[in-house]
C-alpha cells in the first residue's frame, strides 16, 4: 500500500560529516579488511593444519571485518544521536520504505523500481571493460569455488555454508551497506553536495581493498547502489539491490554443499 503521511526520513537531525571525517570512516573500514586479507590471514593461514587454510582463513577474518563494520555504524549512531531504539535507528540510518522525489509517495508500487538497479548490480561483473585487474587465484572465493579443491571442501561442509552465511548478511546488510548508505551516504551531502552519491560510490569501490581486482567493476555501484540510495532516501534500496547477488550465490552454494 502507498502512503502520503509518512515524514520523511529526516536529515537535520544528522550530523553532517567533514570531508576528514568521512575519509576516517572509509579508513575504519576499508584498512582492517585490506590488513586482515593480505597480512593477517597468510600468517595464520601458515599455522593451520587440514584443507586450505588459506581460503578458510580468509572466510573467518572478514567475516569478524564485516561484523566490526557493524559495531562502527552502532558506535557511530550512539555517540551521534545517544541511543539504539528502533525508531532512532530507523531515522538515523535511512531504514524506511523508499520515498518518490516527485510525488511524495511511500512504498507501495514504488518498490518496482529496484528491480533495474538489480539487473545493472547483477550485470557489473559481465563489463569487459571494467575486468581490467585479474584476480588473485589464492584470494578469490569464486575462483575456489570453482576449483576441484572448493567443490570438495564445500560439499557436505555445513559449518563453512554457515560461516559464509553470517559473512554475507553482514556484508550486504548490516556491515558495507548499514556503513556506506546507512551513515556515511546521509551525512556526506555538507562536503560533497548533490554529488555526495556520486562521492559515496567511489569510496565504496576504493573500499574494496581486500579484493581490488573487483574495484573497476564496483564502479558501477555508484549507480546501482548509491544512486537509488540518494534518490530515494533509502538505504533499504542499497540494501535490497546488493543482497540480490548474495541471495543467488548463496543458493548455488547450497547445491554445492548438497552434493
Known sequence: ???????PPSESQSEQYSLAKILGVWAAAALPMGALAWVVAPLVAGGL???VPLIRTLLALLTVGLIWQFVLVVVLIYRERGSLRWSVLKDALWLHS???PKTGRVGGRLWLVVIPFVVLFAAEGAIP???VIPPVASHDFNVFLGSDAGQAFMSGNWVWFAVIVASFVFNTALGEELLFRGVLLPRMQGAFGRFDWVANGLLFALYHLHEPWVIPS???DIFALSYPSRRYRSALMGIIVHSSQSVFFLVLLLF???Q
Do not use: N
Open 218 to 220: 564496483s564502479l558501477v
Open 256 to 258: 554445492v554443499v548438497l
Open 49 to 51: 593444519d587440514g584443507p
Open 129 to 131: 571493460i571494467l575486468s
Open 1 to 7: 500500500m502507498e502512503s502520503t503521511l509518512q515524514e
Open 98 to 100: 523508499p520515498r518518490s
